[in-house]
């Protein structure tokens, strides 16, 4: 099992910057791929960005350019870099791990999902 701690959320200005953490533990060894998803208040939840293990990235449109996915496999850690926020990017954020293990012979995918940590971005 793979547990996730987020930090790094907070009230911040439009145009402002946060950086997001999501440190893994327990069975951290095991993951593959990690990302951050967020979810607005009525919406439903997003993916923002993701980074493999060998550190291939992909982001939605809409934070392309604004937000950087970054990851220490040394330190079981994941980050996202959040540079001119806007209002619209106000959402609880969740980080999001995922890892691969053999059933008899079938091999499976395992998902662990953080508690998630409030992104409020307003003037």
């Known amino acids: 099992q793979v547990q996730l701690v987020e930090s790094g959320g907070g009230l911040v200005q439009p145009g402002g910057s946060l950086r997001l953490s999501c440190a893994a533990s327990?069975?951290?060894?095991?993951?593959?791929?990690m990302g951050w998803y967020r979810q607005a208040p009525g919406k439903q939840r997003e993916s923002v960005a993701a980074i493999t293990n060998t550190g291939n990235t992909n982001y939605v449109d809409s934070v392309k350019g604004r937000f950087t996915i970054s990851r220490d496999n040394a330190k079981n850690t994941v980050y996202l870099q959040m540079n001119s926020l806007k209002p619209e990017d106000t959402a609880v954020y969740y980080c999001?791990?995922?890892?691969?293990?053999?059933?008899?012979?079938?091999?499976?995918?395992?998902?662990?999902w953080g508690q998630g940590t409030q992104v409020t971005v307003s003037s």
């Open positions: 327990g069975s951290a060894h095991s993951i593959d791929d």
């Open positions: 999001k791990a995922g890892d691969y293990y053999w059933d008899h012979a079938v091999l499976r995918r395992r998902e662990y």
